[in-house]
């Protein structure tokens, strides 16, 4: 009998003891979702491309009326990356296990604005500024981001690894010009002031590309179902040009008296007023003779071989990548 009581009892505390060890482990919640806010800052910047004709060049040049002349007098390369900027994501997650597990993630990212070009021309011996153009440009896309994640399943504080890639699904780099200019012109007989202004908006659609990205986090339980993330973050994703497309353009040029400043007459261009060439650019590896390129200008009006086709350009490569550093929420369900 007592033989009998004492097993009984050896198995009961066998019982017990594996119940407060399941009780200890933490079952792994399979679904989850994540919310992250993030900020990334340029790695490896490159020069910037063109905008229209103009070099990625920050340039000072002085004017003589007497000769006509422009003459360069400072000259600087613009460098930069479109992989600056903020980004905000919603990501799915699926554990296959206590250690691995499949995440898709969709992001919305915008990059800071980056200075693309300056002319500046001012009179020579003088400040005065009697011409002037400026570009800038920034990113908008939306990007899928397939991975996989792996961490060593820690219950409290648990660190992992992520690594997969970036799919873009949309995205544009949209550039804002604002262009002026002063001169002369005679008209009937008459010395008048003309005075030129242009602002100009452009977008430039990419061709598909595809990029990797691979992050290392930390994700800090708050809850029984919710985690705070932590990450640093790198991305690779170079996109190059395939068309761009005036989407805004306003000229006008002003006619002045000399000697009041009244206007005399105003000219207005509009983006309808633009030819089929001036609106439109497809993107090329190569130009050669059979290239729409421009012919010739007359004020900001720019003439092509065809001014019915799209003009031709050479192709343009950016990265919207960098090392950013991510923070967020994570639902387990």
Known sequence: ????????????????????????????????????????????????????????????????????????????????????????GLSFGWNLNQYIAVEASFNYYRSKKNLMTREETTLINTSQTVGKVESHGFVDAIDFAPGVVISPGFKKVNPYVRFGMVVPLWGNLKIETDASRSGTATVGGQTVLTQLTVHRNEKVKPNITLGFQGAVGVAFPIAKKLDIIVEAEYRNIPVRSKEKEVTSYDETVALRNPATGAVISTQHRGLDDLSTAERHTKYVTTLDQSSNTPVGQQGAEVNYKDDNKPANDLKSYINIGGLGANVGLRWRF
Do not use: W
């Open 1 to 88: 009998m007592k033989k009998s009581a004492a097993l009984f009892c050896a198995l009961c505390a066998i019982v017990s003891t594996q119940t407060i060890k399941a009780q200890d482990v933490k079952s792994t919640s399979k679904f989850y979702v994540k919310v992250t806010g993030s900020y990334y800052f340029s790695v490896f910047p490159g020069q910037f491309p063109k905008v229209g004709s103009y070099e990625p060049h920050d340039e000072h040049l002085v004017y003589n009326p007497q000769t006509g002349a422009s003459t360069t007098v400072s000259e600087k390369v613009l460098t930069g990356s479109y992989g600056a900027g903020g980004r905000g």
